[in-house]
């Protein structure tokens, strides 16, 4: 086990590196940072005079390594277009987009394993076909559109939830959460099922298919066999054994989730990292969009490690396969 994580936390940190470098690239072939931080009428020599001071004049290998170690420090450089420490401009729009995607998740996975097992053991049945045939809109539309259909059934026509906005929220500290207010638990509802529907039906998909693969094994006909009940089959055997694949898909969609926010963000005007990319990306904000970059890198590699080390705790073979090395 800790040779394994070992070796995955290695790998993450490799690709946080690669990330990194990537994001450095930003600031030497997207723009000139001195072209953003002064004006026309500003002469050579202040330029230089700047480039010196930014460190810009340095080697390349030189500039990355301190790029990198600002980076592990969450040092990320002030915003060309605020003028304010990019750090704080993403602690601000921190909670908005984890409180969101959180709970993005949380109905997905939810929703998608309730689902999945349902059409699973009712297959011939009429509720799970329709299901099935429902969850294709997830598959076949785009989030925006969905975003859109909501907005219009809910705010437009019924008038029962907010189109935009977080709604009021609450500090608790530097954190702010809309869960402990009306009109923030109001403006989640529409953002949420977004987000979360797409996720839902790529898992209540792979739990049905995974769950009837089960179902059909030799130890599950035994287990009939013996007299065991269908609903300790089901879910002592079957739904436990579908976790395994499921719990890999599940992990990396968490991070897609993150990224994929810019787009729910932009539908309704959700104050998240999502928004705040957008808006650099238009006024060339680099440091913001080399600092958005490696959050969601980071979330990735992070899902991914965590991922990595259930699937060893939840499969055997592979617990005896490292055993086996070991000796």
């Given amino acids: 086990m800790i040779v394994y994580a070992v070796k995955s936390l290695a790998q993450a940190v490799l690709v946080m590196l690669a990330v990194a470098l990537v994001a450095f690239s930003m600031f030497r072939f997207v723009g000139d940072p001195v072209s953003n931080l002064v004006g026309q009428e500003t002469t050579i020599a202040d330029r230089e005079q700047l480039a010196r001071d930014l460190g810009l004049a340095d080697p390349i290998?030189?500039?990355?390594?301190?790029f990198v170690g600002n980076a592990a420090q969450l040092q990320f450089g002030v915003s060309y277009r605020q003028g304010r420490p990019v750090i704080d401009?993403?602690?601000?729009?921190?909670?908005?987009?984890?409180?969101?995607?959180?709970l993005s998740a949380l109905f997905a996975l939810v929703a998608g394993?309730?689902?999945?097992?349902?059409?699973?053991?009712r297959r011939d049945?009429?509720?799970s076909h329709a299901?099935?045939?429902?969850?294709?809109?997830?598959?076949?539309?785009?989030?925006?559109?969905?975003?859109?259909?909501?907005i219009?059934?809910?705010?437009?026509?019924?008038?029962?939830?907010?189109?935009?906005g977080r709604g009021d929220v609450v500090k608790i500290g530097w954190w702010t959460t809309g869960l402990l207010t009306a009109s923030g638990l109001k403006s989640l509802v529409m953002p949420v099922l977004t987000l979360g529907f797409y996720?839902?039906?790529?898992?209540?998909?792979?739990?049905?298919a995974e769950m009837l693969e089960t179902l059909r094994t030799d130890y599950v006909k035994f287990a009939r066999a013996r007299g065991v009940p269908e609903r300790t089959i089901w879910f002592r055997h079957a739904l436990k054994n579908t976790m395994i694949p499921v719990t890999t898909v599940v992990g990396l969609q968490l991070g897609s989730v993150i990224a994929f926010a810019i787009v729910t963000e932009s539908v309704f005007q959700w104050p998240g990292l999502g928004a705040l990319f957008v808006n650099a990306v238009q006024f060339v904000d680099i440091p913001v969009m080399a600092a958005y970059l490696m959050f969601v890198a980071f979330v990735f590699v992070?899902?991914?490690?965590?991922?990595?080390?259930?699937?060893?705790?939840?499969d055997p073979r592979l617990r005896g396969a490292g055993s086996a090395a070991a000796h």
């Fill in 131 to 150: 299901i099935l045939s429902i969850s294709l809109i997830g598959v076949s539309l785009p989030t925006f559109l969905i975003g859109i259909g909501l």
């Fill in 61 to 66: 290998p030189v500039q990355f390594a301190r």
């Fill in 152 to 164: 219009w059934l809910f705010a437009v026509e019924l008038r029962w939830l907010p189109s935009f």
């Fill in 302 to 314: 992070v899902t991914n490690l965590v991922v990595d080390l259930l699937y060893f705790a939840l």
């Fill in 113 to 121: 394993v309730v689902l999945g097992v349902v059409t699973a053991i």
């Fill in 199 to 208: 996720q839902l039906t790529l898992i209540m998909r792979l739990v049905r």
């Fill in 125 to 127: 049945g009429f509720l």
């Fill in 89 to 102: 401009l993403i602690k601000e729009r921190l909670p908005a987009t984890v409180e969101l995607a959180v």
